[in-house]
């Protein structure tokens, strides 16, 4: 059973647009949801994290915004660049940790 | 500050074969983490150690995986034996302490593929 499911599976944008990736959850226990970003032969890395008592988070180019009673979470990547193509993990954790799928970004220049 | 570092960065064995992978946490991280990550998946964790006693190995396949923390630092992992669905990237993962807010600092993982 997937605890984080995420959308869309692959992404194309054109630089300077909006890249958004969705997550949605079913455990209400989970309080920590944090965004990784992952290059080709590179482990994950932590990109921005957002706790479920703040709907909005921005940091530089990248925001989450979190929507406890829907129970989603969305990453947009503001002014997308061609050095944003990646893969982005969401995750959510309480006592376990769980990442979603996976969407590989690409940005066309 | 030097990051996790993992051997070996690549490995090929038969099915049935015996591997081991070995990561080295950063410095004073208290908490290790081994995953899975088979391709165009998120990673699965596998097992979390704190120090080195086991704080979670739910999801560790117990029949064929084992892995230790020997002195609370480094780690080793092991398939014994290997099937052709352990084909995967071994990412090992730090952090301070177990809370679930500690940042996880990735190595850059072992691909291991089985024939």
């Known amino acids: ?109 | 500050e030097a990051g996790v570092a993992q051997s070996p960065r690549y490995k090929i064995i038969e099915k049935r074969q015996s591997v081991a992978f070995w990561c080295n946490p950063i410095s004073g991280h208290a908490t290790l983490y081994w995953y899975q990550q088979i391709l165009g998946q998120g990673p699965k964790l596998l097992i979390q150690f704190q120090n080195n006693g086991v704080v979670d190995d739910s999801q560790l396949p117990k029949d064929r995986f084992s892995a230790e923390r020997l002195k609370g630092v480094d780690s080793t992992l092991k398939i014994q034996p290997a099937k052709l669905e352990d084909s995967a990237v071994y990412l090992c993962a730090s952090s301070r302490g177990t809370p679930s807010r500690e940042t996880q600092y990735f190595g850059p993982g072992t691909r291991l593929l089985v024939l």
Request: hydrophobic fraction near 35%; include cysteine; aromatic fraction near 14%.
């Open chain 1, 1 to 109: 059973q997937q605890q984080v499911k995420q959308s869309p599976q692959s992404l194309i944008v054109q630089k300077g647009g909006i890249s958004i990736i969705n997550c949605a959850y079913e455990n209400t226990a989970f309080d920590y949801f944090p965004w990784y970003q992952q290059f080709p032969g590179k482990g994950p890395a932590l990109l921005i994290a957002i706790r479920p008592d703040v709907s909005e988070k921005k940091e530089g180019r990248f925001t989450i915004s979190f929507n406890k009673s829907a129970k989603q979470f969305s990453l947009h990547i503001m002014d997308s660049q061609p050095g944003d193509s990646a893969t982005y993990f969401c995750a959510a954790t309480g006592n376990q940790f769980y990442f979603g799928t996976g969407t590989s970004l690409t940005v066309i220049p």
